[in-house]
């Protein structure tokens, strides 16, 4: 049974007919070992839109393109956008700290609480340690909780010392909204980007969500992990809005906001809705990224910045419970796509995906991982092992007799017990062709993913840091 659909604006000069990208998406799921998935492509001014699978094992229930699932963090931008509009109002300067806007802020350290300012927060360099997770409840009072929750929130580094991807940084911004807006986040979605956009599969709260078809998510099933069982929880809590939960959209809604942004803040009926020059600011770099291959090369306000072959690429990912979303889109040549999928990780599906449509149109594809070693063993192991900790989770990094490195991977924040991870002991460090660098597959993850040791103050230094999942980890111990 075919499902699809196009939108489309002045022009429509499509390369890829609609049952082309079905079948592809079709044929993808299947290899991957993915329920269902959507996926819309800009390409000029027309979107289309096809889906595969199911929305849910359980029900059976066919996917749709006008399905609503879990952009995840893909959300961030859409905060990030919110942030830009109080610039252009005036009222939040980018580089004022942000105890101007929360006169009540506080985090462990006092510099940080009194210097971290709202650029920081967009581009996680605040080095507050970021995946601070906390239920704070269903009230409109829950992200002024989360915010007053995060004043023992640890340092990871000094302010714009590293790139270390950061939640909680995005739920505080989300917070400044609320108060310079004088609404609750999700009113400040509505008002201001949902509506205008005339976004009809978007929503922010699951009581919006159950009119729609929606997906639910799929985790490995604990009893036999190589088969998959419906996530026992849909959304994350509501302080996690501003982080990306408080959008739950179709892949083709998600490219109609990002059509604001390529159209230079300029909303498909003419509205504008932010400044020309605000929008490309935020396209323009502001930080180079450790592990380059995972996102992408580097950070503006909210966006993945990359590079692939001669194109410029941005784009933004996202994961929530048992769902995992990408989308790119190379702005000059107007063309791009959102996958959205119902299961726990789909970083293959997605480069295979991404390859296939930007090979095809613009003859380019993901920058690949390094080239792995054959020899795994390592020959000054002392150089690396040791436990490297942030909120949440550790890594312990060890040796075994052979020289080979292994690390435990030990996470104690809720979402983590919530999705059922697995344990996670003695797993392969993989040395490729990149000093200080390996590859590392964790079995909640479809891809190996590249774990970067190094040192922000000397690089021929011993490592200080392992930068893992987006994330920089501070080395708290030697192992000696």
């Known amino acids: 049974m075919m499902h699809l659909q196009c939108r489309s604006g ?8 609609s049952h082309e990208l079905e079948q592809k998406l079709t044929e993808l799921i299947t290899k991957h070992n993915v329920p269902g998935a959507q996926l819309a492509v800009l390409d000029g001014d027309a979107v289309t839109e096809v889906a595969a699978g199911v929305l849910s094992t359980r029900t059976g229930l066919a996917t749709t393109p006008d399905a609503l699932f879990l952009p995840g963090s893909i959300g961030k931008l859409y905060t990030a956008t919110l942030v830009m509009m109080l610039v252009e109002e005036g009222t939040l300067d980018l580089d004022t700290p942000i105890r101007t806007y929360l006169p009540g802020f506080e985090v462990a350290d006092p510099r940080a609480r009194d210097t971290v300012t709202p650029r920081d927060l967009l581009t996680h360099t605040s080095g507050f340690d970021g995946d601070h997770f906390t239920d704070t409840g269903r009230g409109d009072d829950a992200l002024a909780a989360y915010v007053a929750g995060c004043a023992e929130l640890p340092q990871i580094a000094a302010p714009g010392e590293i790139w270390s991807y950061s939640n909680s940084g995005y739920s505080i911004l989300g917070r400044i909204v609320e108060v310079q807006m004088g609404m609750t986040f999700e009113q400040a979605l509505q008002e201001r980007i949902f509506a205008p956009l005339a976004l009809e599969h978007t929503v922010s709260f699951a009581e919006d969500a159950i009119v729609h078809p929606a997906a639910v998510g799929h985790i490995p099933d604990p009893d036999d992990p190589e088969s998959q069982i419906v996530s026992p929880t849909w959304g994350l809590w509501r302080a996690f809005g501003p982080m990306g939960s408080a ?18 803040g300029v909303a498909p009926d003419g509205t504008r809705l932010l400044d020309a020059g605000l929008a490309a600011s935020m396209l323009e770099q502001q930080v180079e990224l450790v592990d380059d291959s995972v996102l992408g090369k580097g950070w503006g306000l909210g966006w993945i910045l990359d590079q692939w072959g001669d194109v410029t ?21 107007r063309f791009g796509f959102c996958l959205q999928t119902n299961v726990e990780s789909a970083l293959n599906m997605y480069r295979e995906l991404a390859d296939w449509l930007f090979g095809r149109r613009l003859g380019v594809g993901p920058r690949p991982d390094p080239a792995t070693v054959e020899d795994s063993r390592v020959a000054a192991t002392d150089r690396y092992v040791g436990t490297y900790a942030r909120e949440g989770l550790s890594l312990q990094v060890s040796a075994d007799v052979e020289g080979r490195l292994l690390a435990t991977v030990t996470p104690s924040h809720g979402v983590a017990q919530d999705q059922g991870w697995p344990p996670m002991v003695d797993l392969p460090l993989q040395p490729v062709t990149r000093e200080d660098s390996f590859l590392l597959d964790l079995p909640i993850s479809d891809a190996a993913l590249l774990a970067v040791f190094f040192n922000p103050a000397d690089a021929d230094g011993l490592p200080t840091y392992l930068h893992f999942g987006g994330r920089a980890h501070r080395r708290v111990d030697t192992g000696s």
């Open 10 to 17: 002045m022009k429509e000069n499509r390369m890829f007919a």
């Open 247 to 264: 959008v739950v959209a179709s892949a083709g809604d998600v490219l109609e906001f990002v059509r604001l942004h390529l159209d230079g």
């Open 313 to 333: 690429v941005i784009g933004h990912d996202g994961n929530s419970i048992g769902q995992n979303a990408f989308m790119r889109v190379a702005p000059e040549q």
